[in-house]
């Protein structure tokens, strides 16, 4: 049977956004894996922020896999971990994405430089312990969080070209995924028991948002955590402006920027090219609708601010009331830079992203235009600090 990998994907990245548990995620990601692409088993090795180390959490598989004692974890320095941070010469691969048996063949290439062979031979060996004939990493920017382990496919065949660019594509919304879980999850920790329904709630709405378009899954989470980051950057220099409950107002403004957009038709949302006319003008409308939503919800005074204008541009150019400079509020400001550097780097069905250069660059020409020069300065550091 063939499988439509595009359809599997968008499934698959539909129903992670709606997980908010990091186990019960990875446990989903690897049943789905078992059970379409038919391999013996799979296995996700999850980075321990509090430990350092990379842990083997989920194991599944009709053969199941039998890791010796001691090797169900691997620290920072092990050859696996070390050959994908490093990001050894990615084009001899497939996004970095190293299979047993390519590897046995660069092995034999006497053309390839010393240390990558060497690095690669010690990866290979710790693919034989796991059993494993593809090991996929999944970064979040430049932070391994993780590696998929795949067996032998029960049928013996090689995996296809079509089957590993689905895994990177996988890997890469499993990451977002992950990300978008401890962001929740630290959310949590910080509030009572008495905010838990109300930010419970607030998650629904942003998977919501989510779900609807097709090519920009993660975008809300992506969008929230780099808003929080250049808040942070700003904090540091004005501790008044950037305080606690500024942070939690922003986190939730980030999670609900593009709420308006649940009134958005699916085909304006998904269509495969540049809005016109009335499209444009019923996509525009998702900033005034976002905030109608949410207007009775008194605890979002603030965050309301970033929903209804983070459309607004320096130069008083944007939408929906023509706001300039100032006159902006601070959460709509940020949230607009964080925004836009998501939307141009993240591909889409009519162009490819821009790299991240580029779009910090583009950010830079639209100081004093489209966004306030502060907030530009501080993205700006976010990114020589490689932050971003």
């Known amino acids: 049977m063939t499988i439509d990998y595009k359809k599997e994907l968008e499934s698959a990245a539909k129903t992670m956004i709606l997980v908010h548990d990091t186990q019960v995620l990875i446990k989903l990601i690897v049943r789905m ?22 842990v083997l959490t989920v194991s599944r598989g009709a053969r199941g896999l039998k890791v010796p004692k001691g090797f169900a974890r691997m620290d920072k320095d092990n050859a696996l971990i070390q050959f994908f941070t490093q990001r050894l010469d990615e084009k001899l691969f497939n996004h970095g994405v190293v299979v047993y048996e390519e590897a046995q063949e660069l092995l034999k290439n006497d053309e390839i430089d010393a240390h990558l062979k060497q690095m690669l031979k010690d990866a290979s060996y710790q693919m034989e312990i ?75 709405l942003a998977a919501a948002i989510d779900a609807k378009d097709h090519y920009t899954h993660g975008h809300t989470a992506r969008v929230t955590s780099l808003s929080l980051e250049i808040a942070k950057k700003l904090g540091e220099r004005n501790h008044d402006a950037i305080n606690e409950k500024f942070l939690e107002h922003l986190q939730f403004a980030g999670l609900l920027h593009d709420i308006g957009k649940i009134g958005v038709p ?14 444009k003008k019923k996509m525009q409308e998702h900033a005034l609708l976002g905030s109608a939503i949410l207007q009775p919800i008194k605890e979002l ?40 550097f998501d939307a141009m780097t993240t591909d889409r069905p009519y162009r490819k ?16 235009k489209q966004f306030n020069p502060v907030i530009v300065e501080a993205l700006v550091e976010l990114y020589q600090e490689n932050k971003i």
């Open 33 to 54: 894996i078992v059970h379409k692409v038919k391999v013996n088993h799979a296995a996700i090795l999850l980075h321990d922020t509090e430990k350092d180390t990379y």
């Open 130 to 204: 796991f059993d494993s004939r593809v090991a996929i990493p999944s970064f979040f920017r430049d932070e391994l969080l993780g590696i998929l382990l795949l067996g032998q496919k029960e049928n013996n065949e090689v995996f296809g070209r079509d089957e590993l660019d689905f895994f990177v594509a996988l890997a890469s919304d499993v990451a977002m995924a992950i990300r978008n879980a401890q962001l929740f999850r630290d959310l949590e920790k910080e509030l009572d028991a008495k905010k838990r329904l109300f930010v419970h709630t607030t998650i629904a």
């Open 266 to 279: 699916e085909s304006i949302l998904n269509k495969n090219g540049t809005l016109v006319g009335d499209e």
């Open 301 to 340: 005074e603030t965050a309301i601010l970033g929903v209804k204008y983070h459309h607004e541009r320096y130069d008083g150019s944007g939408y929906p009331e023509g706001l300039k400079g100032d006159q902006i509020p601070l959460v709509a400001s940020i949230i607009s830079i964080a925004d836009s």
């Open 353 to 368: 992203g821009l790299s991240r250069q580029e779009a910090v660059d583009e950010i830079r020409r639209q100081s004093g």
